[in-house]
């Protein structure tokens, strides 16, 4: 079923409320998603996108109860991944020589996931347009890595649409489509999860491709990204928010993030919390089992936070698994200007605190190096010993608190 969006512009996608995982099992979907497909019925038919491979058959089922399957004159691909993508090659046997407009790092993607089998492509570049009739056209802007080598926008003339591709959107399955009728606390919520997780190490671009989209000085009435919302209300918003988010954002939070064996970490990690909250009442201050706790929903609040505190006790001369894995994908997000500080518990031999700040380092983060100290294997376990130690690093964080905030 066709949905209008504008004029003669309709999205053809498919809303996807079952959807839990997304890259594999890198990003959590919490509130469905949507593969959003558009179709344009001027004096040209164009598709712009397709939807997933799982979905493919009802796709193209749906374009051809529409009546418009053997009208598209075009397709735009703006990006090759499969979600977007996957329902090409069954499309394609359906209208085949149906010309195929994208970038050339495109071709390359398509070609590497489906073969070469012949396909019409035609290679454009920021600026290029096509004509759809009735004094409309198609501008093509590259949007290389946001977040793929592929990706472009297409903006169309007339009705002032830019379907943005992955920028702008959110995985968030919104029945009613538009950004006005969403709940605006999820929207809010999923698009900076959006952000934080799967554009953030792309920053820089965004920063430069937001300065390019605005040098082209075209009205923008709608954006119309792959996933999510359709932006109606305001549009320039989530524009604005990318600015913000994009210039090494964070809120006046401290989120803390550990894993436990013995609950002696888990004690550390609250104890940390209270005295934070203690010498700075109006500080945010989130606590986190990473082994509990949905990576990419702790990822949103390391997003806004302005600092982090790290927490594992050792185990065969390492940290935890999990707090390891944690702190890989930590590393690959590329988040700027936040501090950290490590902390564990008594054990083994004693060297996480070390291990973790090392690995905080790498993840590029501020390291309050003078704050924790570890265990060493000259403490005894008493509980006499125990407590003056951990007295010591409480009194050691209270001074640094007071530093920072």
Known sequence: MRKLVKGNVSWVGYMDWELEMFHGDEYSILNGSSQNAFLIEEEKTILIDTVWL???????????AEGVLDKIDAIIVNHGEQDHSGSLPALLKEIPDTPLYCTAACVKSLEGQYGQQGWNFNVVKTGDSLDIGNGKQLIFVEMKMLHWPDSMATYMTGDNILFSMDAFGQHFAVEEMFN?????????????????????????FVTKKIEEIAKLNLPIDIIAPSHGVVWRDNPGQIVEKYAVWADAYQENQITVAYDTMWEGTTKLAHAIADEIHKQSPDTVVKVYNIAKADKNEIMTEVFKSKAIVVGSPTCVNDVLTSVAGWLSFLKTLKFKNKKAAAFGCYGWSGESVKILQAKLAEAGLRLWKEIFVPAGTQM???????????????NRFAYMVKRVL
């Open 380 to 394: 005894k376990r008493t509980s006499q010993r125990f407590r003056l130690w951990f007295q010591s690093l409480l």
């Open 54 to 64: 799982p979905h493919r058959d009802e796709f193209i089922e749906n374009l051809k």
């Open 180 to 204: 006005d009728l969403a709940d605006q606390a999820l929207l809010d919520k999923e698009a900076m999860k959006y952000f934080a997780n799967i554009l953030n190490p792309f920053a820089p």
